[in-house]
């Protein structure tokens, strides 16, 4: 509900897939929220990288790899 345009990338890994619809514990640690983030994050064309084993197309193995890219590049591209 916070996401806006113009906020800065956002990069969340998990170690456990998503589980949409099943009850979470801890929800807004899972990836279930990640996943709903992202979506959020698309509608206002904001950056967001979510990894979780499984997770298609991914391009950062590690947090550190996305942080390393982002300083090398710049942190808004």
Request: aromatic share 10%; proline share 9%.
């Amino acid at each position: 509900a916070n996401v806006s345009a113009g906020d800065p990338p956002v990069s969340i890994f998990y170690s456990r897939p998503p589980a949409i619809g099943e009850v979470q514990k801890d929800p807004t640690h899972t990836a279930n929220f990640g996943v709903k983030l992202q979506e959020r994050c698309e509608e206002f064309k904001v950056e967001c990288v979510v990894v979780y084993p499984g997770a298609k197309n991914v391009e950062y193995e590690a947090p550190t790899d996305y942080l390393i890219e982002k300083l090398k590049n710049g942190a808004g591209k």
